[in-house]
């Protein structure tokens, strides 16, 4: 996953330098993705405890113990990006939506179309993704801390923009939380292409609890300069 010469800036355009030498998404392990999702199951049960502090001093022994064995291999970079078959690349420990990222928040799309060939002008495009965050991400009681409910607005929006041809680097993010974002429910997260400037891409986006919009969020993403 690494390409010749100075790293790129950003995925996006590590992806498209690496083509056809990105590993495929079945080569990652289904024990890979069992393991985030207990990770983050342990996450949730670290906030929500109440056991005695023996307890917790044994659990903090036993983790530490699965962390000194998850070290003996390490990447060299964080960054784990695969291609699916139909060619979106999906960047597997980002903090977005990482699925191998168990700080991530659990993102799930439902409906994410492949970008178009490189070279394409954007086309409109809207994704959708679900997403059911957990006491892990609360701020206040009952809610989602609002700086979470950004990070997933960020992502999902920002891959609207990729998949309609006209991905970037977020360099602008207006984030308006209208009501609480309950956890523990599943939410819908809805992002759409709006518009391209020259090198600035335009792109929208709202949280909605059972049709009821909780945030919304305005991007703006500039594209890298080709040398």
């Given at each position: 996953?690494?390409?010749?010469?100075p790293?790129?800036?950003s995925?996006?355009?590590?992806?498209?330098?690496l083509g056809?030498?990105?590993?495929?998404?079945?080569?990652?392990?289904d024990?890979?993705?069992?393991?985030?999702?207990?990770?983050?199951?342990?996450?949730?049960?670290?906030?929500?405890t109440d056991?005695d502090?023996?307890?917790?001093?044994?659990?903090?022994?036993?983790?530490?113990?699965?962390?000194?064995r998850?070290?003996?291999r390490?990447?060299e970079?964080?960054?784990?990006l695969?291609?699916?078959?139909?060619g979106?690349?999906?960047s597997l420990?980002?903090?977005?939506?990482?699925?191998?990222?168990?700080q991530?928040?659990p993102?799930?799309?439902?409906?994410?179309?492949?970008?178009?060939?490189?070279?394409?002008?954007?086309?409109?495009v809207?994704?959708r993704?679900?997403?059911?965050?957990?006491?892990?991400?609360?701020?206040?009681?009952?809610r989602?801390h609002g700086g979470?409910?950004?990070a997933?607005?960020d992502?999902?929006?920002?891959v609207?923009?990729?998949?309609?041809?006209?991905?970037?680097?977020?360099v602008?993010?207006?984030?308006?939380?209208?009501?609480?974002?309950?956890f523990?429910?599943?939410?819908?997260?809805?992002g759409?292409?709006v518009?391209?400037?020259?090198?600035?891409?335009?792109?929208?986006?709202?949280?909605?609890?059972?049709?009821?919009?909780?945030?919304q969020?305005?991007?703006?993403a500039?594209?890298?300069?080709?040398?």
């Amino acid at each position: 996953m690494n390409a010749s010469g100075p790293t790129p800036k950003s995925a996006a355009r590590l992806a498209e330098l690496l083509g056809d030498q990105l590993p495929l998404i079945d080569t990652v392990p289904d024990s890979a993705f069992e393991l985030v999702a207990r990770a983050r199951e342990l996450v949730e049960a670290i906030v929500m405890t109440d056991v005695d502090a023996e307890t917790r001093a044994d659990v903090a022994v036993a983790i530490g113990a699965i962390a000194e064995r998850l070290r003996t291999r390490r990447r060299e970079h964080a960054l784990y990006l695969v291609r699916h078959p139909d060619g979106r690349v999906e960047s597997l420990v980002q903090a977005g939506a990482g699925r191998l990222n168990p700080q991530a928040p659990p993102i799930e799309w439902a409906a994410l179309p492949a970008p178009p060939p490189p070279g394409s002008e954007p086309r409109s495009v809207e994704v959708r993704a679900r997403c059911t965050f957990t006491a892990a991400h609360s701020g206040s009681p009952s809610r989602v801390h609002g700086g979470v409910v950004a990070a997933a607005l960020d992502e999902v929006v920002g891959v609207a923009a990729a998949a309609a041809g006209a991905s970037g680097m977020t360099v602008v993010l207006n984030v308006t939380l209208r009501a609480g974002t309950p956890f523990g429910v599943p939410v819908d997260i809805v992002g759409r292409y709006v518009r391209s400037e020259g090198r600035k891409r335009y792109a929208s986006g709202e949280v909605l609890v059972d049709g009821q919009v909780t945030a919304q969020a305005d991007l703006i993403a500039v594209s890298e300069a080709r040398s």
